[in-house]
């Protein structure tokens, strides 16, 4: 069946994400929706990221645990709770947590850049997402990502 | 004498989380039921203005398995402390300043409970010995602002023991120029003379045990 292409371009116009990045990007775990975050393989994930035109600097990482609320009239609520991990002095664009996370537990993690004693702002992120009559829209966010609720087979033994 | 006693200030950005729109239908079903919501965010408040019973009796059968914390959120926004509604009515509303919730977060049995702070940001709240930390703030309806703000706090306080009277300092919030930072104060006698005005059967060990902020990395 041949859908019109007017049809196709309102669909396409109706259901639009935009992440912008402020500092590092998040590669892995993916970062989008900050009501659904991603749920990582492992209570000891590696996480990723990427930064352009700065080969001379190393990277802080800090990781803190989220605290969930659900109300009846508020909905889930989420915030930023006590500081898990941290990093310091970094030389990869890449992270494997020294020590295991909680499992089924919500995280945020932020990146930033240092050069000796010089550090830039935490790693930030603005989402929108469009669904033709309602938003998602979420500005100056840390990363997130959740832990499976059992360890992996390597992890447990 | 008011001392300022903090070792060190936190500076950080604003936080303007995820939203959804508000719609019609979901405003008809909160006015339907806002009695019923009303009760139930009384249920699990730390308020101890909202205790049922504030006689003697009631005020000494909490304290059989809880202590009173007390202090004082001062915010201050562009040099000049907020004032907030405390009737019912400017809370649901958010008339002036808007609402300004901070999260409570009790470690014991991970609980996560919500204040809105009223008048010149005084509080008593009733909770179980043990390790929280007040976590962060939301801040609705600021005006001239955004919709929404919210950001991190993190103040941890320990409350020692049941049946005591702790006071944790007041929390300066300080909103200027995009960002807030934050520090503590120490008016203890100013704080204990305040909650002895409004709880006058309030009876036990006074003690103080200022909020610690986080030392950033």
């Given at each position: 069946m041949k859908v019109p292409r007017g049809i196709l371009l309102f669909c396409v116009l109706s259901l639009s994400a935009c992440t912008t990045f402020h500092g590092v990007t998040a590669v892995s775990p993916e970062v989008g929706n900050p009501k659904f975050p991603p749920t990582v393989d492992s209570l000891q994930p590696t996480l990723k990221w990427e930064l352009s035109d700065q080969p001379d600097v190393t990277f802080d990482l800090i990781i803190y645990e989220g605290l969930v609320t659900e109300s009846f009239w508020r909905g889930t609520e989420r915030s930023v709770g006590k500081q898990v991990y941290y990093r310091e002095g970094?030389?990869?664009r890449e992270h494997h947590l020294a020590e295991a996370l909680k499992p089924s537990t919500e995280y945020y993690w932020a990146v930033r850049t240092r050069r000796n004693d010089a550090v830039s702002p935490w790693s930030r992120y603005d989402y929108f997402l469009f669904l033709g009559t309602a938003w998602v829209k979420g500005n100056n966010l840390l990363f997130m990502f959740k832990t499976p609720s059992e360890p992996t087979a390597k992890e447990g033994t | 004498m008011n001392t300022r006693v903090s070792k060190f200030s936190s500076r950080r950005d604003f936080e303007h989380p995820a939203s959804s729109p508000h719609t019609l239908w979901v405003a008809s079903l909160f006015l339907f039921l806002l009695p019923l919501i009303l009760h139930m965010g009384c249920a699990?408040?730390?308020?101890?203005?909202?205790?049922d019973s504030k006689t003697e009796g009631g005020i000494d059968s909490l304290l059989h398995e809880e202590s009173v914390v007390f202090g004082r959120i001062n915010v201050v926004s562009d040099g000049r402390p907020v004032n907030w509604p405390n009737s019912t009515a400017g809370k649901v509303?958010?008339?002036?300043?808007g609402e300004f919730r901070v999260l409570v977060h009790s470690e014991t049995g991970s609980k996560v409970f919500s204040y809105t702070l009223t008048d010149d940001g005084s509080f008593a709240w009733h909770l179980p010995p043990g390790n929280h930390a007040i976590a962060g703030y939301e801040w609705h309806a600021r005006p001239g602002g955004p919709n929404r703000l919210s950001g991190r706090i993190w103040a941890e306080f320990l409350v020692?023991?049941?049946g005591a009277l702790i006071y944790i300092g007041t929390l300066v919030i300080n909103f200027l120029d995009g960002r807030y930072s934050m520090t503590v104060e120490d008016n203890f006698n100013e704080a204990l003379t305040k909650v002895s005005a409004e709880f006058p059967y309030l009876n036990g060990p006074r003690s103080k045990q200022l909020v610690r902020l986080e030392k950033g990395p």
């Open positions: 970094l030389t990869e | 699990s408040s730390i308020d101890l203005g909202e205790m509303f958010r008339f002036g300043a020692h023991d049941k």
